[in-house]
């Protein structure tokens, strides 16, 4: 969810207050500040029942329905998840590709999986709706060549050498850490720094590259489904 961007957009508060905009405030919320002590908790938020057919879906996502709270109504600890770097998270460990074959971004199993599953749990109907669809190019390799493919239509997408050289301007800017359940899943080093996936091709077409857990670059070498790499999803948003 992009609220989970809230900590850098506003960097000047410590709390706020997120409220979907379907929600009608009759009373000073403010009040909720002077007698909730969040402590070192990134949120407080009020238990919701799920709905039957709501909970089917949570228990195939591996997600517990009786820990399901309503997210349209949130106090946030800005200043604790900055402290965490909650917003710089490696969300989850997941291949490039299922097999090991040629692929580019547009072929990949990694694409359809940020554009669906990935979209669809992370995000509800109404953030989803002020995601751009973005026309992504998808550049060949520019030391070796390798064809990147066509431009895509993406939601939800890794970003390219170029984008993550220029979006983050050092290495110790690029390195990102697992979140726990991305820990889980997959290897990653003792700082909890890890590799992460960029939609480019490596020097040859079975490969995808890589930020390296240390923030550089990797453009050779890196096969397309080990499961030790984690993803950084990148979207636009309608404002």
Request: include cysteine; aromatic fraction near 14%; charged fraction near 25%.
């Amino acid at each position: 969810s992009f609220r989970l961007l809230l900590p850098e957009l506003l960097p000047e508060y410590d709390a706020v207050a997120y409220i979907d905009c379907d929600v009608i405030v009759r009373q000073d919320i403010g009040k909720l500040f002077e007698t909730t002590d969040l402590g070192d908790n990134y949120l407080g938020a009020v238990f919701e029942a799920p709905i039957e057919n709501q909970a089917e879906r949570f228990r195939a996502l591996g997600c517990d329905p009786s820990r399901y709270f309503n997210s349209g109504f949130l106090l946030m600890n800005l200043a604790q998840m900055r402290a965490d770097k909650i917003s710089e998270k490696l969300l989850d460990c997941v291949k490039y590709n299922e097999e090991w074959i040629d692929v580019t971004w547009e072929t990949c199993t990694l694409c359809s999986w940020m554009n669906d599953d990935f979209l669809n749990a992370a995000f509800s109907s109404s953030e989803q709706a002020k995601i751009a669809t973005v026309t992504n190019q998808n550049p060949d390799n520019p030391k070796d060549g390798t064809e990147g493919g066509n431009a895509t239509r993406d939601k939800i997408f890794a970003l390219s050498i170029d984008e993550a050289e220029n979006y983050f301007s050092t290495d110790t800017d690029r390195k990102a850490y697992t979140t726990d359940y991305a820990h889980e899943k997959g290897y990653d080093h003792d700082d909890r720094s890890d590799y992460w996936w960029l939609r480019s091709p490596c020097f040859n077409g079975d490969g995808a590259v890589r930020v390296y857990y240390v923030g550089n670059v990797i453009q050779y070498d890196n096969i397309v489904n080990p499961n030790y790499c984690a993803v950084r999803p990148a979207f636009w948003l309608n404002l």
